[in-house]
């Protein structure tokens, strides 16, 4: 219907829109261009339909499964391609994760951190400290070793374990229960 083109390869991907779903993942055949182009990724119709994607040009929404998220605004130079933002909650995942990222693992100064418990009296500092310092181990800035007894989950008969993300919070309770 958008002409002809020809391709270099073919490629069968499967891949996530975790600003739409986190969950799930896609299967689809690809066909690979190496001539530059203003995309990574063109999904068609095909794909969009079999997906349950819709895109609402006029309330710039793209919407799966009642979630739904605004399209980023076309640049200002002529790549006019459209692009899902991130939502709320992969920002604050994304923020999380550069936080424990950017972390100081340093060991920490317990004579300091008590001075700076300025709520306390005297008398409640030195017990502070005098807990810190017990167990000054875990404040050394190393991360440790799990030195417990190993754990193990036993499964019903013919049981097979499964692991799956966490299901996503649709967007119209996001603001309910998502803090900024």
Not at 42 to 54: P, V
């Amino acid at each position: 219907m958008a002409g002809t083109f020809s391709t270099d390869s073919k490629y069968f991907a499967e891949f996530s829109l975790p600003e739409l779903n986190p969950t799930a993942t896609f299967k689809q055949k690809m066909y690979v261009v190496l001539k530059v182009s203003n995309y990574d990724v063109i999904l068609g119709r095909d794909f969009l339909q079999k997906a349950g994607i819709s895109l609402d040009f006029n309330n710039q929404l793209i919407t799966c499964n009642n979630v739904s998220t605004s399209m980023k605004k076309p640049k200002s130079t002529n790549n006019f391609n459209y692009a899902i933002e991130e939502s709320h909650v992969l920002q604050n995942d994304n923020l999380r994760l550069q936080h424990i990222l950017d972390a100081n693992y340093e060991k920490a100064n317990l004579n300091e951190i008590v001075q700076e418990c300025t709520h306390l009296n005297k008398i409640e500092k030195k017990g502070l400290y005098d807990l810190l310092s017990k167990f000054e181990q875990m404040f050394d800035g190393q991360l440790g070793l799990w030195t417990g007894k190993p754990y193990e989950i036993e499964l019903k008969a013919g049981a097979t374990p499964y692991h799956s993300r966490p299901f996503a919070l649709p967007k119209c309770y996001e603001k309910h229960y998502v803090k900024k």
